[in-house]
């Protein structure tokens, strides 16, 4: 999380696109996020905890408050974000980008299991 943070200050579009679970980066919007990243003045963060679970792969959440001011003031935004392990990356499950997978089919993380077995879960939480 710490590092997405950091993308998001040093204006890192590649990074925070290729730290994203694969199967949803065509749903991101660049544009917007370089948007975001560069007309904001970055505060801070507080990461407030960190759940990281066993088994193959592994899954993490990671609770934080991300500050930072922009044209229309200052804010704040708090969001428990899940985690995906795959090839020794750990891939952000972006909340807000839809999948299209159904129980049985493919987990999107590639793990080679099942959606409901695997990553099901994390989305949405």
């Known amino acids: 999380m710490r590092s997405r943070y950091s993308a998001y200050v040093l204006g890192l579009i590649d990074y925070?696109?290729?730290?994203?679970?694969p199967a949803q980066r065509d749903g991101l919007d660049r544009q917007s996020i370089s948007n975001w990243s560069a007309n904001s003045t970055?505060?801070?963060l507080e990461v407030?905890?960190?759940?990281v679970f066993g088994g193959q792969p592994e899954?993490?959440?990671?609770?934080?408050?991300?500050?930072?001011?922009?044209s229309s003031g200052e804010h704040s935004h708090r969001?428990?974000?899940s985690f995906v392990q795959n090839a020794g990356h750990w891939y952000f499950i972006?909340?807000?980008?839809?999948?299209k997978a159904g129980r049985n089919d493919a987990c999107p993380c590639a793990s080679g299991q099942k959606f409901k077995?695997?990553?099901?879960?994390y989305f949405g939480s």
């Open 94 to 99: 972006d909340p807000t980008v839809q999948l």
């Open 117 to 121: 077995k695997c990553c099901a879960s």
């Open 42 to 44: 970055w505060l801070g």
């Open 79 to 81: 969001e428990r974000s």
């Open 48 to 51: 407030e905890s960190s759940e």
């Open 16 to 21: 925070l696109v290729g730290t994203t679970l």
């Open 59 to 70: 899954h993490a959440f990671v609770t934080f408050t991300a500050r930072w001011h922009d």
